[in-house]
Each structure stands twice: as C-alpha cells, then as structure tokens.
C-alpha cells in the first residue's frame, strides 16, 4: 500500500492536481477486472466515475469549442464534438500522462495488454476526470482537463482514430467526379533523421490542397483536409 500512494503522489504531481480525499483516485484507477477479482476486499470500481467524467467532459468541450469556434454552426460544432469526446483522444492522454502504469487490472487484464488498451486507457480518463469533479468542482476539473485536451483539439488530424480526411474527401470526390484524388510528393527536406515532406491534393486536374509534416502519412491528410476545405 506504500509503494501505491508512492505511485499516486506522482501521478497527481503529472496531472497537476492534489486529491483531498485519496479514495476517489484510487477509485479511479480500479478496473472492474480487479475489484471482481479482489470481490473479498469489496472495492468500487472506477465504472460510475467514467459515467460521471463523460457528462463533465461533454460540459467541457461543448463549453470550450463554442468559445473557440464562434464562427461555427450548431452542425459544425456537434461533429467537431464527436471527434473529440472519443476513446481516441482520451486514450492519447492517459498516454501522455502514463495513466496505464497506474490502473489496477486483474491478472487477466495485464497479460493480454490491458495496461495499454485504448478502451482501458480512455474509460480511465473519464474516471479520473470525474473523480477530480467530485473531489473538487467543475472549474477544477475543466482546468485539469483543458490543460491536456488544448493540445489534441489543435492537433485533432493527427490523432489515429479521430478524423479521417482522406477518406472523406475521397467519399465526396468519387461521389461528384467519379475519380479519386491523388497525392504528389513535391519535396523533401531535412536530415535524413528528421525529414520533412510536402504533398499537394490533386483533384480533376487541380492542385485542391497542400500539406507539410514530418511524414508523408501526416502530409497527405493535411493536404486532403486543405482540399475539403476547398470543395466544400
């Protein structure tokens, strides 16, 4: 139990957030795999506190995206939402912060890799966000959370899972044209260690969108997002 709380001070000291009450961390980081494997001990498992921690997040970023994208329509905003509020992006985090090295899992659980499992990873950060909720309030909660998630809503189209560009505008432009969008190299940068790509979106012809990463990958997405942005 020592080596625990040992583990739990870092871990607050990488969130940025000191829990009054200790439980509700430990509460956090409980899968049901452990509790049900540990019934004898009769601990809760972090499951209503991911409920809990998906309304605040949903409060949070509906909150921050109408304030950042003012300009956006109802529509626009409920899609940027979606991508958002994804085992996708909270999976990132609780990367980010190690969270996984934290979570009490059942035997089971850690064997077949549940201590990376996005599905694991993103519950688990619903559940510590709701446990900082309920620990403190909403304005702590929102500032714990925003101090992570700025970072991904900036950089939404490079998250794996989370948006799709090259997908969609192939979607629309087979849709309209009956062709598919090509992507052209047009130079690469850098040290053989540290490369950077540009591509450009051709569409019927048309040079529609551009994109410079530090991979070809990331380039093209880039690219087809500047050609959505275009078309539509």
Same mark, same amino acid.
């Given at each position: 139990?020592?080596? $625990? =709380?040992? =583990? ?10 000191? +829990? ?16 049900? *494997? ?21 409060? @949070? ?10 300009? +956006? %329509? &109802?529509?626009?905003? /409920? ?6 509020? /994804?085992? !996708?992006? +909270? ?5 980010? @912060? =190690? ?15 549940? #201590?990376?499992? #996005?599905?694991?990873?993103?519950? !688990?950060?619903?559940? $510590?966000?709701?446990? @900082? ?5 909403? *304005? ?6 925003? %101090? +992570? ?9 490079? @998250? &794996? ?6 997908? &969609? ?12 969008? &090509?992507?052209?190299?047009? *130079? ?15 569409? =019927? ?28």
């Amino acid at each position: 139990m020592i080596a $625990l =709380n040992k =583990n739990l001070d870092l871990l607050m000291n990488t969130i940025g957030y000191k +829990f009054k009450n200790i439980d509700l961390l430990k509460e956090a980081i409980t899968h049901s795999s452990y509790a049900n *494997e540990h019934s004898y001990l009769k601990i809760n498992d972090n499951e209503k506190l991911e409920f809990l921690g998906d309304s605040v997040m949903d409060l @949070i970023t509906t909150e921050y995206i109408t304030e950042l994208y003012d300009f +956006f %329509r &109802e529509g626009e905003l /409920s899609k940027i939402k979606s991508q958002i509020i /994804s085992e !996708a992006v +909270f999976s990132t985090i609780s990367e980010d @912060i =190690n969270l996984g090295d934290y979570l009490l899992l059942s035997n089971g659980e850690i064997v077949s890799g549940g #201590k990376k499992k #996005k599905s694991i990873l993103g519950d !688990a950060f619903e559940a $510590l966000i709701g446990a @900082i909720f309920k620990d403190s309030n909403y *304005e702590t909660a929102r500032e714990v959370a925003l %101090r +992570f998630l700025k970072d991904k809503i900036e950089h939404l189209n490079e @998250i &794996e899972g989370v948006l799709d560009y090259k997908t &969609e505008l192939q979607e629309y432009v087979q849709s309209k044209y009956k062709i598919i969008p &090509e992507y052209v190299l047009i *130079e690469t940068t850098g040290p053989d260690h540290s490369k950077t790509f540009k591509v450009s979106c051709v569409v =019927n012809g048309k040079v529609m969108g551009y994109g410079t990463a530090k991979s070809k990958k990331k380039a093209e997405k880039i690219a087809a997002q500047h050609a959505l942005e275009n078309l539509i």
